[in-house]
């Protein structure tokens, strides 16, 4: 019969059919201590693992309230990591708290801190591969190895001694790497003479052909158009109008001084011919 004691194993990384190392224990711990009493596998992210023998959770591990809610009332809980509150919590209480401190400096939760976690897809890492790693591992142990056996024997003892002036190959090889794989010839020659070269010779002649022609043909433009209306509107018409204006006003000033003469006797003769003129037109009209 299974024991009753309730037990919360919390991952803090992806659990699932593809995993890396922190999935896999938290995996390993839920299927091995199941035999002790009533697992609850809480994972941070959706997963297809089918529970085994075990309850599955997916939750927010790095909510404290959440988190508090979970593991509030278990017997034990074992986890990599945990909200400071809630480990606070944990510890005024009767609840065996069990860390897992395989990676103490957090180097495996490195991915952690790097791996986009909002509004992004959950990301699947690669198992560890044991035949890799060695091969890998050796490879560089062989490098080391190599570079220390000529870094330590004398040059001029050395079968390295002047290979680049007996192999085309090595010389070719040396020149590559001492150009620094010609990327300062790439940028120099390539780079930066195109642009000082036939592409500023381009834009110098879309300058002086294109921007500039324009420039000045709207400058003409507006020349033209000023000499217009200064010719046309400005002397022909607008003060043309004035000075006919000013020469109506002139003339008729001068016929209307005859009628200012002064004298009484011509007023009273003007009026009496205008009083003479109206009765005239009404008896004309029999008004």
Known sequence: ????????????????????????????????????????????????????????????????????????????????RLPVPTMRSLARTRTRRIYDLSAPLGIEKFKDWIDPTVNFPTLVHADFDYPKALISVTIAVLGIGIAAYFWFRREEDGPLHGLTQRNALARAGYTFLEKKYYLDVLYE?????????????????????????????????????????????????????????????????????YLQSGRVQRYALLLFAAVGLLSLALLIFNI
Not at 21 to 30: K, M, V, W
Request: charged letters at 25%.
């Open 1 to 80: 019969m299974r024991p009753s004691r309730r037990i919360v194993v919390v991952a803090s990384d992806h659990v699932g059919s593809r995993m890396a190392g922190p999935g896999i224990r938290s995996l390993n711990f839920a299927r091995e201590l199941r035999a002790e009493g009533y697992v609850t596998l809480v994972v941070p992210f959706e997963t297809d693992l089918v529970p085994d023998g075990f309850d599955l959770v997916v939750a927010n591990v790095w909510d404290a309230s959440e988190m508090n809610r979970l593991t509030g009332g278990a017997d034990c809980v074992v986890a990599q």
């Open 189 to 257: 020659n390539i780079v930066v003479a195109g642009i000082k070269g036939p592409i500023a010779r381009g834009a110098y002649w879309f300058d002086q052909h294109v921007i500039d022609k324009f420039v000045n043909g709207v400058g003409s433009g507006a020349k033209k158009a000023g000499r217009v209306t200064y010719d046309l509107i400005d002397q022909k018409v607008v003060d043309g109008a004035v000075n006919e204006i000013a020469e109506v006003t002139g003339e008729t000033g001068g016929l209307l001084r």
